[in-house]
């Protein structure tokens, strides 16, 4: 069974930044494409970034340039940097193997406030 634990979120001021790291068990890690998805309260969980196994990167357009996508395959991490923070960032952050049907890990909380 998979295994995602995310970590890193917390408070921070508009123009801030976080890198959060999601820490995968339980699978070949290297095999799958990974991404960072987000959830705020009231609205549906979305899409924030992507990686394939190859390294390749794709993100939302209310990111891009902003935010970072990478992973450590040997440590089996994924990790999303995130710069330049806006309160329309404050939400509770996932990873997720793309493509897959791994559930989903507790996510980790980042709320962009003055």
């Known amino acids: 069974q998979v295994r995602l634990v995310e970590s890193g979120g917390g408070l921070v001021q508009p123009g801030g930044s976080l890198r959060l790291s999601c820490a995968a068990s339980?699978?070949?890690?290297?095999?799958?494409?990974m991404g960072w998805y987000r959830q705020a309260p009231g609205k549906q969980r979305e899409l924030v970034a992507g990686?394939?196994?190859?390294?390749?990167?794709n993100y939302a357009d209310s990111v891009k340039g902003r935010f970072t996508i990478s992973r450590d395959d040997a440590k089996a991490t994924v990790y999303l940097q995130m710069n330049g923070l806006k309160p329309e960032d404050t939400a509770v952050y996932y990873c997720n193997g793309r493509f897959t049907n791994w559930s989903w890990g507790q996510g980790t909380q980042v709320t962009v406030s003055s």
């Open positions: 990686i394939t196994r190859d390294g390749s990167t």
């Open positions: 339980g699978t070949i890690f290297r095999l799958y494409a």
